[in-house]
């Protein structure tokens, strides 16, 4: 799982190639840590074909918003550092972070 922050997102994400599914999290965000187990095996399952990473918005407050993510939990795909698609609040689950993969591939 590789943990994305500002010194580190725009080479990890926005020059990536290929699909990249990024976890935006907070420290106090109670959803988002029931969220990990998934977002953990979904990384495993799909290691081959996506990166999976996490940025804590707690400590990357400007670079989350920069990314328009303004509430969570949000899970955001991005393609060859596209942005191409995202799940949020309800949709933010498993299902939808298949659905979103899925969409990508």
Known sequence: ??????????????????????????EGCEPCKALMPEFELLASDYADQVTFAKLNTSQER??????????????????NGERIGECTKEQANRSGMIALIEKGL
Request: proline content about 2%.
């Open 1 to 26: 799982m590789l943990e994305v922050n500002k010194d580190n997102f725009e080479s990890e994400v926005l020059k990536a190639e290929g699909l990249v599914l990024v976890d935006f999290w907070g």
């Open 62 to 79: 400007k670079l989350a918003i920069s990314q328009r993510v303004l509430g969570l939990p949000t899970i955001v795909l991005y393609k």
